[in-house]
């Protein structure tokens, strides 16, 4: 995800980028590998039940079985999606790759729900903090939901098996391989509109002031910030579980 500037001051105060960076992050020529020559099953959801109830999932939840150890998170997405089956113009992934590795933009979503910031913020018992709608997200008119580029505050999230690292502590991303990712385990990518508070991922400070920054209206994240706890989940991995088996597995393509 990218942040802007003020935002990115903002979540180094707060200690939150780390759990951002799982979603784009370098791909480390030295990262430890779990020994794993078979395959296994994988599970996979990608939801925005954060703006409601209606239709949240956008991939899954689905069941991948016999996913080779080599196989990369982003290889995942793209196998539980039906990526390759997908018209150009309306692949269910946005991402691009360069030295630094993988990196998920956005995922296709035709019917993203207005953002109600008064319906929103009774719901998750804020009171002074700010989301203005325009710092949410960048677009509701390119089938995609993206996080906002403006604010760094709104985007996709995601762990495995409600962790973000592995091993030593190296952080998941879009290139961690299978090998690091635990039999039966749980794919989760959400979207998150305060920076993982509220699907339960993390303690975050919201701002509550929007001040005039050098390129137009911009969070304060200095003054006048308000702290909070973990929200409840929408989700848990027996859910995630459950409601994959009851539909119908994918089974690893032999030529992905």
Do not use: C
Not at 33 to 46: F, M, N, P, S
Not at 132 to 155: C, F, K, Q, R, T
């Amino acid at each position: 995800m990218a942040f802007a500037k003020s935002a990115k001051r903002g979540l180094a105060l707060l200690g939150s980028a780390a759990m951002m960076v799982g979603f784009a992050a370098p791909t480390f020529a030295a990262q430890v590998q779990t020994a794993d020559a078979g395959t296994k099953t994988v599970y996979v959801q990608v939801d925005r039940r954060v703006f409601g109830a209606s239709n949240p999932e956008l991939i899954g939840p689905v069941k991948v079985t016999n996913v080779p150890s080599d196989a990369k998170i982003i290889d995942i997405l793209k196998v539980a999606s039906n990526y390759d089956a997908a018209p150009t113009d309306a692949k269910p992934i946005q991402y691009s790759a360069s030295t630094w590795g993988t990196y998920i933009s956005a995922f296709r979503d035709t019917a993203t729900p207005a953002f109600d910031q008064a319906a929103y913020k009774a719901a998750n018992g804020y009171t002074d903090a700010i989301f203005d709608a325009s710092m949410i997200y960048p677009s509701l008119s390119d089938n995609y939901l993206a996080g906002s580029e403006y604010s760094g505050v709104s985007g996709w999230m995601f762990s495995v098996n409600e962790a973000t690292t592995y091993g030593t502590n190296q952080y998941y991303n879009a290139d961690t391989t299978a090998a690091n990712i635990p039999d039966n385990g749980v794919i989760h990518f959400e979207y998150s509109i305060n920076m993982g508070a509220d699907i339960g991922m993390n303690a975050v400070d919201l701002p509550t002031i929007i001040k005039e920054g050098d390129y137009g209206p911009e969070y304060d994240w200095v003054n006048g910030l308000q702290h909070f706890n973990n929200g409840t989940k929408f989700y848990t991995l027996t859910s995630i579980r459950e409601a994959a088996d009851a539909g119908t597995p994918i089974v690893w393509p032999s030529a992905n």
